[in-house]
């Protein structure tokens, strides 16, 4: 064998090895694990929290495991992926009046979850996030009106609330005759927490005092009578942020001056079709990794609204309207590679996969759904293995 022969031979040896490696690497970064949070009773038979391996360039949903708990209607999960915490949405938690958080463990080989504590809540939760430093979780309590924050402990468990900040007034409407903090979303630095009530039409700002765990009043956000702010999410350069209307059925542009902690309404804009006649309420809304699209979820009118987002001003432009196959979209999500956008239907018992135009924000349904009783979060990590 000649040097010529060999050299070429160890050249296409190469070559096929760095090719295999770039298909691991894509494969990898297609393979997620989905968190899907349910409502658990005798009419919808869940049981928990379910975990499904999906694959974002196929659409494909794999059943993987379950953790049992009552109602964990919200879910959350810290930057490192090793603890899910859930809002446990019921009216009564472990004998008490109130609903309750729980904290789990991902294993770093399934992403399987193992119950580590749970803490009572001063209401009936409807939403939770891990502050940026992991060292806090918050919920928003529709039921009672208020936020409150819990310490962390060193093994992920959630240590007693060492705070709850109540909210009071009333809105314009017959759903606004008290509070109803919906959703808590924390500033990318970690030194804000931002509350829309949908019974007061404000998005309460908080300032998180990281020292004592404590939620100081820092003023609100207001939008138009009536609208009920439900779900809020900032922009990828922090500039701005998006609340989603449940009653009004609109979405409020907001600018958002990180230095003050402080927002200013600059656009409103409705989410349905000028034609369309029927009742519907707004849930959740959510922005491309791109930062070029806005969605948002019409219970109702059973659709995912789409904008594009100015690249200067930011503010929205409609696009069109997606029929979710299903009725009530309560959640959805946006695999992180922004590929795919998946909608849980909360009254059909489905999820459901759309293929994302990334250059228009366009969807496309695939030939993927689940059934499930009730899903009404989801939540995406990067698969273990």
């Not at 990898?28 to 379910?50: D, I, P």
């Amino acid at each position: 064998m000649n040097t010529e022969s060999l050299s070429r031979r160890t050249f296409c040896h190469s070559l096929a090895a760095i090719a295999a490696g770039v298909a691991l690497v894509e494969a990898a970064a297609n393979e997620w694990l989905l968190y899907v949070g349910t409502y658990t009773n005798a009419e919808t038979k869940s049981e928990g929290v379910y975990v499904y391996r999906f694959n974002a360039a196929t659409g494909e949903l794999k059943p993987s495991s379950l953790a049992k708990s009552p109602s964990p209607a919200f879910l959350a999960i810290d930057a490192k992926r090793r603890f899910l915490y859930a809002a446990n949405e019921v009216g009564e938690f472990n004998g008490q009046k109130n609903g309750g958080v729980t904290a789990f463990s991902i294993s770093q080989q399934t992403g399987e979850l193992t119950q580590l504590n749970q803490q009572p809540a001063p209401g009936v939760p409807a939403h939770i996030t891990v502050h940026p430093s992991g060292r806090f979780v918050l919920i928003a309590d529709y039921g009672g009106g208020n936020a409150a924050i819990y310490p962390v402990k060193l093994d992920g468990s959630l240590g007693a609330m060492s705070d709850v900040a109540q909210h009071t007034g009333k809105g314009a409407t017959q759903r606004q005759t008290e509070p109803h903090a919906h959703c808590v979303i924390v500033d990318a630095a970690g030194k804000h927490a931002f509350v829309p009530d949908l019974g007061l039409d404000k998005v309460m700002i908080y300032k998180i005092d990281t020292q004592l765990g404590k939620l100081v009043a820092h003023g609100f956000g207001a939008v138009k009578p009536g609208a009920g702010p439900r779900h809020f999410v900032f922009h990828p350069n922090n500039e701005f942020a998006y609340v989603i209307n449940e009653l009004n059925s609109t979405v409020t542009m907001f600018e958002y001056i990180a230095a003050r902690g402080t927002l200013s309404e600059v656009q409103s804009i409705s989410t349905l079709p000028v034609d369309f006649k029927g009742t519907s309420y707004c849930a959740d809304i959510h922005i491309h990794p791109t930062g070029k699209f806005v969605y948002g979820s019409n219970r109702g009118h059973n659709s995912i609204v789409i904008y594009a987002i100015d690249a200067k001003t930011k503010k929205l432009t409609l696009v069109g309207h997606e029929p979710v196959r299903g009725d009530w979209p309560r959640n959805f999500g946006i695999d992180p590679t922004g590929q795919v956008l998946l909608v849980a239907n909360q009254r059909s018992n489905n999820i459901v996969v759309f293929r994302i135009d990334v250059k228009t924000g366009l969807l496309k349904a695939t030939e993927h759904t689940v059934a499930l009783g009730a899903p009404v979060c989801l939540k995406f990590i990067p698969a273990f293995s």
